[in-house]
């Protein structure tokens, strides 16, 4: 049996104003550009005021509260909107300018050098052999089969399969392995190959063969890999029956090839630049906050949809088409009022929050010093500009800021307390800074263990476990013990 109720519920929603300055505020200031053309081209009603006509004046509305865009239709026609929401005196100047930049640097284009990819230098080197029709389509399937790291992962037979229902080519096992063998001798030396050991074996069959050093050499690669890599150097020269120096040179030898030979090709085209959101400058002991010109663009509504407004006040209201017409207008205007509130909301809030940054860790960034650093979480920021822990991390995750020492991640500077023996809480970082200079500075034949990291530790008076100094040590990508020792 069907029944109705009447039901009272208490929930929070977001406005599109707050879900629109969610997403921007973590999108970084190398993806602001495109997130901002993106707008640009989905909404008319949007324009960017820096190619606009510099004599046509740019419009600012003042900021209302989300709960304003709430409304969605429900009330009357009339009452939806008034003209004088969307058109104003033209007395303003852009909101984009009350922020301090780098105008020249925001003005100016990165050159990007073109040079040809990983897979177009391996199909130049293809292209200048004499090779059949049929040759030249296995070795172009080999090619296009590499990783980008240069290797050959795929089985043979998977090639000749491709080869089979792509090309409609029948090849055979040994047809495959020749071209394979032609493409291993193309720079860099070691492309090709289909694991670690083939790889260095073919970077130094292009060495000088005759050398003691590099036959012993690939002797280790060929028969002593497993020891090499766990450095187990005292198998290895029993094994080889050699002495410690003699070692020491083939050791030597080993490590100058390259593990990776198409990482460094395949790197150059997947470079990230890092563009800072910040820039905090030292002038005499005083520390200069600005904001990178780029998170406040120039942004303006069309004067073309204020002008439909204007054409609808002298036009006929109980249009149909009009009244149509209108509330698409309207719609586009209410996009473009949010997406530049937005945008403005972005920017205030990546000031205050990296101000808070700077006066908590103001000595840090007057040196540059890691043990400056006082510890802070993200709450310790949240609660002196008052805003929530979510809103602070979604700055803290993307943003950057440069430095005279340097440009970070914002995330960089939050870390943990740590109690000293004398009672005093320092930073995890200053402790890191410790570990990384101990390590730094040990005797590379016998590497310190963490046993014996976690006693130095101790000795400066901090108390802490061992599985904690490997905890350390491996957020900074430091090896164990055994895998830092050298000859």
Request: glycine share 4%.
């Amino acid at each position: 049996m069907l029944r109705q109720t009447l039901q009272q519920k208490l929930l929070q929603k977001l406005s599109p104003q707050q879900i629109q300055f969610i997403k921007l505020l973590q999108v970084p200031t190398a993806s602001l550009d495109t997130r901002i053309k993106e707008e640009l081209e989905e909404n008319p009603a949007l324009e960017d005021g820096s190619l606009a006509n510099m004599n046509d004046p740019m419009e600012e509305y003042p900021d209302k509260d989300p709960d304003d865009y709430e409304n969605n239709g429900e009330d009357s026609y009339e009452e939806e909107f008034t003209l004088e929401d969307y058109i104003q005196e033209d007395d303003y100047k852009d909101y984009g300018g009350n922020y301090n930049s780098d105008d020249d640097d925001d003005q100016k284009e990165i050159p990007i050098a073109i040079q040809d990819s990983f897979f177009e230098k391996l199909q130049n080197q293809l292209d200048l052999l004499a090779l059949t029709d049929k040759q030249y389509l296995i070795g172009n399937q080999i090619i296009g089969s590499l990783d980008d790291d240069g290797y050959l992962r795929r089985p043979l037979l998977s090639l000749i399969d491709d080869l089979a229902f792509s090309q409609n080519i029948i090849a055979e096992e040994d047809e495959v392995m020749e071209m394979l063998s032609i493409i291993q001798e193309f720079e860099p030396a070691g492309i090709g190959a289909r694991d670690l050991q083939e790889c260095l074996l073919i970077q130094l069959r292009k060495k000088d063969i005759e050398n003691p050093i590099v036959q012993k050499a690939t002797e280790v690669v060929k028969n002593h890999l497993d020891e090499f890599t766990k450095k187990h150097y005292d198998k290895i020269e029993k094994n080889l029956g050699v002495n410690s120096d003699e070692l020491k040179d083939i050791i030597s030898e080993i490590l100058k090839l390259n593990p990776k030979p198409g990482d460094s090709a395949a790197a150059a085209g997947k470079q990230l630049q890092i563009i800072p959101d910040f820039h905090i400058s030292n002038n005499d002991g005083e520390l200069h906050l600005t904001l990178n010109g780029r998170n406040a663009p120039e942004l303006r509504v069309s004067r073309t949809y204020q002008d439909m407004f204007e054409h609808y006040e002298k036009a006929e209201k109980s249009d149909k088409k009009m009244k149509e017409a209108v509330q698409f207008v309207k719609s586009k205007l209410d996009s473009a009022k949010w997406f530049i509130d937005a945008i403005k909301q972005r920017q205030q809030t990546l000031l205050k929050t990296m101000n808070a940054i700077m006066k908590y860790q103001y000595e840090y960034f007057l040196t540059g010093d890691d043990r400056m650093l006082k510890p802070m979480i993200l709450k310790d920021i949240a609660e002196e500009i008052d805003m929530d822990i979510s809103t602070v991390s979604r700055v803290a995750n993307s943003k950057y800021v440069q430095t005279e020492f340097g440009t970070f991640l914002l995330k960089s500077f939050f870390s943990e307390a740590i109690q000293t023996d004398s009672g005093e809480e320092v930073s995890n970082k200053e402790v890191k800074k410790i570990l990384e200079e101990c390590i730094a500075n040990e005797d590379k034949r016998k590497p310190l263990a963490d046993e014996k990291l976690t006693d130095i530790l101790k000795e400066k008076g901090y108390t802490i476990a061992r599985r904690t100094v490997a905890k350390y040590r491996e957020s900074m990508n430091i090896p164990v013990a055994r895998l830092r020792k050298e000859l």
